[in-house]
């Protein structure tokens, strides 16, 4: 198959989806499919900057589409999405959307006349004329302002690439050898519920036998977060191997979000064997519960700094890093995940030819 991946950026700045795109088409390209990516990156966006107008990519797309059997667009709210769904209906290709969580009740509620105003005008109808809407997880899908109404879903989970989580190094670097450390993994953004995470470890630092651990944060956003004094450390974002080397040092990762459609560096910490603290409201927390591979708790100072408690009397278990191991390249093989992407590509191609697809 020749399949065409859209997305507005592959930065890894810009969090899980360019790298759940990158795994992707390389795992797709192994498996002997022609797979391209077409993002904004290197072209002059106009503003408004965060809807990532372009009409460059208007001028490849409506070149090049024609040469594809499926598209994939990863993202909402956006012009690449708007023109490439647009293009391929009046092209006859058959198209997927993956949304990233962010058709879920808790993001439609941030700026939301906006947000309702664009899906009820334009979404909703590039929605409607999507071959499959694809979400990680059912809950994601349960979650969602489109939970009741009738269209073509799939479930699939993200890529992870192993390769890099084996590669690295086994010392931390960054000044973190001998320390014991705490590690918010991700995005420094609201949702993510760092600053709850912030008071819920300085309470934990008033008992006497946890003074000595650190908070360490490691991730694109706002900043400064360093506090040497309560032992907090800001390491800003770090990409590619070396990121692993940091997460597998860990006591464990917290990620207290107040949404998370999926949580890439969950499982990339589970596959480091490192075990997680993560709020009730991502997605994976009830395979997290399951599989005793961490502690899922609410987002309020007092749950969160018991259960981090709880997490290092976990770390004492010497199975929890084999557990946590096993669990991810189980659950999130490569084999397994591309293989259920390309049925899905099969199967968007097979009901377009079919003019099955919702008009």
Not at 152 to 179: A, M, R, T, V, W
Request: proline residues 3%; positive net charge.
């Amino acid at each position: 198959m020749k399949i065409l991946h859209i997305i507005n950026s592959i930065d890894d700045e810009h969090g899980g989806p360019a790298v759940h795109v990158k795994n992707l088409a390389n795992a797709l390209c192994k498996c002997g499919h022609e797979t391209e990516i077409y993002a904004c990156d290197g072209l002059p966006i106009r503003r408004p900057h965060q809807y990532y107008y372009n009409p460059q990519i208007r001028e490849k797309l409506s070149r090049d589409a024609v040469f594809f059997d499926v598209v994939h667009i990863h993202g909402i709210w956006t012009y690449p999405d708007f023109i490439a769904s647009k293009l391929c209906y009046e092209f006859g290709i058959p198209y997927i959307i993956t949304s990233y969580g962010m058709l879920d009740k808790w993001c439609m509620r941030q700026k939301r006349i906006k947000k309702y105003i664009y899906y009820f005008f334009i979404e909703k109808k590039i929605l409607k004329k999507a071959a499959f809407i694809h979400f990680s997880f059912e809950d994601e899908h349960r979650k969602s302002i489109i939970y009741n109404i009738k269209r073509n879903f799939k479930y699939i989970q993200y890529l992870i690439n192993f390769k890099d989580i084996e590669e690295s190094d086994n010392e931390p670097g960054y000044g973190l050898i001998n320390k014991k450390y705490i590690l918010f993994f991700g995005r420094i953004h609201k949702k993510k519920g760092w600053g709850i995470l912030i008071k819920a470890f300085l309470k934990l630092r008033k008992e006497h036998k946890y003074k000595n651990i650190h908070l360490v944060f490691m991730g694109k956003g706002k900043r400064p977060l360093q506090d040497d004094k309560n032992n907090i450390i800001d390491l800003g974002m770090i990409y590619g191997k070396e990121r692993f080397s940091i997460v597998k040092n860990a006591l464990f990762v917290c990620l207290p979000s107040y949404q998370e459609n999926f949580g890439l560096s969950i499982v990339e910490s589970l596959a480091c064997g490192i075990p997680v603290l993560i709020s009730k409201y991502i997605d994976i927390a009830d395979l997290i519960v399951k599989n005793k591979v961490g502690v899922v708790c609410d987002i309020d100072v007092l749950s969160l700094s018991e259960a981090m408690k709880e997490m290092i009397r976990l770390k004492e278990d010497k199975n929890s890093a084999l557990r946590a191991k096993e669990f991810a390249y189980k659950e999130f093989g490569w084999e397994k995940i591309v293989n259920e992407y390309t049925r899905m590509y099969q199967e968007a191609i097979a009901i377009n030819n079919a003019g099955k697809i919702r008009q």
